[in-house]
C-alpha cells in the first residue's frame, strides 16, 4: 500500500505534463516539417509576377521584398527581361502606386545597364511623384550616373526639402563639380539637413566652403535633437572624414583634438584616419 501512492502520483504527473508536452512539441515538428517541404523560395520573376497581379495595397509589400532580393543576392539577376519588367512598372502611374514605383527605382540600381539609367532619368525629367523621384536620385547615385548631372541639377532648387536633401548627397556622390554653385547656395538652407549634405558633398569636390556648416555638425547633433546616441557618433563621424577631404589648418587643429580627446573611440580613431588623409 505504500508504494502505491508514489505510483499513482507519477502516473497523474505524466498524464497532466509530459504526455501533453511530448503532444505539442511533436505537432510543432510535424507543422514545420510540412511549411518547410511546401514553401517555394521567391524569385525576382515570382515577385514581379505578385507585383503585377496581386491586391493593389500589397504590391509595394512585393516590390520592397524584390529589392531586397536583388541586394541579398546579387546572382538573382537573370538578364535583361527582370529589368525591363521593373522598368514597366516604374513608368506605369496608371497602375502602379508611387509606393511600388519608388521601390522598382531602388531595384533599378542593381543593374548597370543603360536602359536602367535612362530609365530613372525620365523619372526625373518627367518631375514624377515626389517619393519615385526621390529614390530615382538615390538609384541614380548608387549607379554612378554621372551623365545624370544635369537632370540632378533642378531638384537642387525643389520646394520638397527631402529632394534637396538627397539630390545635395548625390552630386557630391556623382563629384559634380559643375554643381558646387548650387550647393554653396544650400550652405544656407532653412533645412539644417540640407546644409549639412551640401557641405559634405562640397567637401568631396575638395571644395572647403561648407567648412563652418561641417564643424557645426560636429557640435549640433545630440539626442535632444531627435537623434539616437549612435546616430549623432555616425553624423559627427561623417563630418570628420569630410574635414579630412579639404586641406584647411582650422579643419586639421578641430581633427587633431579630436584624435586625443573624444569620448568616442569610433570618433577619435575616425579623426586619426583623416589627419592621415589631410598630409
Known sequence: MTEAVPNSQRKLFFGLFIFPLLIAVG????????????????????????????APSKRWQKAFELSNELNRDPGALRGKSVMREIIHILEDPSHYDPKTRGFMAVALAHFDEPEAEEALRKRLSAQDDEQVVLY???????????????????YLKSENAGLRKMAAYVAGALEGVELAPVLRVLLDDPVRDVQWNAAIALARLRDPSGRDVILKMLDAPDASEGLSEAEAEKNRINAIRALGLIRDPRADEVLNHLSKTDKSLKVRQSALEALQTTR
Open 27 to 54: 505537432m510543432a515538428i510535424l507543422l514545420c516539417t510540412v511549411v518547410f517541404l511546401t514553401h517555394e523560395a521567391e524569385t525576382p520573376e515570382s515577385l514581379i509576377a505578385a507585383i503585377k497581379t496581386g
Open 136 to 154: 530615382a536620385l538615390w538609384a541614380l547615385g548608387s549607379l554612378d550616373a554621372v551623365q545624370a548631372l544635369g537632370d540632378i541639377a533642378p
